[in-house]
C-alpha cells in the first residue's frame, strides 16, 4: 500500500510540476492600485474563487502565511495576498516574547492585537507563535542565545509562568493554535540547554508545564509543539516523537505537532508524510507551520549581492517539485490540519538574510507576482478537491 501510495504520488507531482510550467491562473493585479481596488471591490472575509483559501476549504484543510506587521495594512499588494489567499495567519515576530514583555513587567501587545484584529476582520484563524523559545527572548530573561541568564531559577520558573498566563490569557477563545513549544531539541536528539532546561534542573519538564499553564489560560486553543528538520527520520525526530508519545501518557495536554518545514533543494526530500503519519499515529494533529523551499540564486548587480532568481531552470524546477510534495504530505495525512507558508514573497523572507546565496523561498517573486510553486500547490489543493476532509480548526475538543 505505502509503495503503491509513493508511486501515485511521484506520478502525479511531475504531472504537476510539469503542468505548471504552461498553466497560470488569472489572479488579480498584483500593482499597489491594482490591489488596493481588488480589495476595496470585496467585503473583508469574502473568499476569492480560485484562491488558495477557497480551494483549501474544500478539503477542509487550513491554509496560512506568516505575516509581518511593517507590511500588513501598509503595503496594499502584500495585504491583498494575504487576505485574499490565506485562512490562517501565524504573526512572524510579533508575538516573541521580546517583542510582548521588552522588559520585566512592561508590556507591549500592540503588534499582536493587530494581527489578531486583522484576522477577525478578515475571517482568518490565528496560529499563535510561539509561547516558550529560547530565541528572540528579552534581554532580561536570558543572554547568549537563551542559554544564561542572570535570573535565580526559581525566577525562571515564575517568570515562564506569567508569560504563559499573560500571553494566552490575554487572547483567550481568539487564537486557533498556540506554538507552546519551539525548538526544545538539538540535531541530534539531545534537548536543548536553554535557560528553560537548566531552570527545571537539567529537565524536560518545562514543557509539560508550559502546555499545562497554556490550557490552563485558554482550554479552547489547539496547543502544538514545534520544531524544524524533524521532517526527516533521524535522532530529532526520534527525541520529539519520544517526547510527546512521553506527554500524551501522561495527559498532559498537548493537541498537535508543528513541523516548520524549511527546506533547501540542496538536500534531499525529507520522508514528511510517513513521518507525519507516524505523528498523527500517537492520536496528534500535525501541521506544516512555516514552509519554505530555498535555492541557489543568481548574483546581484554588485559584488555579495543576490538576486531572487534560481541560479537555473534545475534549480526552479526543483523546487517546484518539493512544493508539490510538501503539499502532497500534507493532503495525504488526514491529521494535517494546516499548511502555512513562511512569508508571502521572496523580497520578505528571512531567507536571504541568514542564507546568502540561497533564496527565491516563497509563493510570490519580489514584485508579488504569483510564482509556478503558487500554481503547483494550488492544482494539488484543486486535485484534492472533495477527497477526505481534514480535521478542521474548531479548538482542542479532539484531544
Ligand atoms: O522569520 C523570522 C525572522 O523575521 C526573525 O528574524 C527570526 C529570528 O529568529 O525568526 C524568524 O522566524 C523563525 C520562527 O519564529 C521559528 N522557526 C524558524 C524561523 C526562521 O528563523
Known sequence: MSVRRSLVIGTVGLATVLAAQTTALALPSADSAGAQAAAAARPPGAIVEGSLRALASTTGLRIGTAVNTDLLGEDAAYTEIVNREFNTITPENVMKWEVVEPQQGVFDFTGADEIVKSAQANGQLVRGHT?????????????????????TDQQVKDAVKKHVQAEAGRYKGRIWAWDVVNEAFNEDGTPRQSIFYKAWGNSTDYIADAFRWADQADPSAKLFYND?????????????????????????????????THLSTQYGFPDLQATMQRFADLGLD????????RTAVKPGATEGTFTSEPLSALHAYTQQAYWDQTMKACLFVQRCVSYTVWGVADSNSWIPGVFPGEGAALLFDDDYQ?????????QDLALAAGKARHRTGEGSGGR
Open 286 to 293: 500535525v501541521a506544516e507551520t512555516e514552509v519554505d523551499v
Open 228 to 260: 524544524y528538520n524533524i521532517e526527516y527520520t533521524g535522532p530529532k525526530s526520534q527525541a520529539v516523537y519520544d517526547l510527546v508519545k512521553k506527554l500524551k501518557a501522561q495527559k498532559v495536554p498537548i493537541d498537535g505537532v508543528g513541523f516548520q
Open 131 to 151: 509561547l516558550v523559545w529560547h530565541s528572540q527572548l528579552p534581554a532580561w530573561m536570558a543572554t547568549n542565545g537563551g542559554t544564561t541568564t542572570t535570573l
Open 370 to 378: 504569483a510564482k509556478p510553486e503558487y500554481t503547483v500547490i494550488s
